[in-house]
């Protein structure tokens, strides 16, 4: 069975960067596409970004556009999301997750087959 761990997340400024890493265990988890959600607090779960199995497609929600980047090594079983030019309104609990869903569409939460437990991002400023 394939299991989520996510880490890197933490106190960031404004302006800031941070990368998060969320590894796979279990061989099967090279077969999902992966993606990130965040939730805000008060807020419902939302999709960010998500990665096909081999990488060469990649989706993102339209505010995250060229600030953040999804990437995965699959040799580690391994996905990241380095995020740029961070936001106030960036605070969140991020949740890696794995689907069979094309990353051609904006994933819906109950198309996820396996969720991290999240990690929490928080504005500093």
């Known amino acids: 069975q394939v299991q989520l761990v996510e880490s890197g997340g933490g106190l960031v400024q404004a302006g800031g960067s941070l990368r998060l890493s969320c590894a796979a265990s279990?061989?099967?988890?090279?077969?999902?596409?992966m993606g990130w959600f965040r939730q805000a607090p008060g807020k419902e779960r939302e999709f960010v970004a998500a990665i096909s199995w081999s990488g060469r497609s990649t989706n993102y929600v339209g505010f995250v556009k060229d600030r953040f980047t999804i990437s995965r090594d699959n040799d580690k079983n391994t996905v990241y999301l380095q995020m740029n030019s961070l936001k106030p309104d960036n605070t969140a609990v991020y949740y890696c997750?794995?689907?069979?869903?094309?990353?051609?569409?904006?994933?819906?939460?109950?198309?996820?087959?396996?969720w991290g437990r999240g990690t929490l991002v928080t504005d500093s400023s």
């Open positions: 997750a794995a689907s069979r869903v094309s990353t051609e569409a904006t994933w819906e939460c109950n198309g996820v087959d396996i």
């Open positions: 279990g061989r099967a988890s090279i077969t999902y596409a």
